[in-house]
């Protein structure tokens, strides 16, 4: 598992890096499903 990820929220928010923790944990409480798109990406903020 990646120690970040690329994350966008449920109502398609901007996308955001956050750690695996810190997206299992908002996907939970935001009762949806945290979906892998590509494993072997390395998540970079946007220039």
Known sequence: MA???RLSG?????PGIVSITE??????E????????AATAVPRSAV
């Not at 449920?10 to 901007?14: C, D, G, I, K, Q």
């Not at 935001?30 to 798109?37: N, P, S, Y």
Request: proline share 14%; no cysteine; net charge negative.
């Open 10 to 14: 449920p109502n398609n928010e901007p």
């Open 23 to 28: 997206a299992l944990r908002l996907a939970g």
């Open 30 to 37: 935001a009762d949806v499903d945290l979906v892998e798109i």
């Open 3 to 5: 120690p970040e990820v």
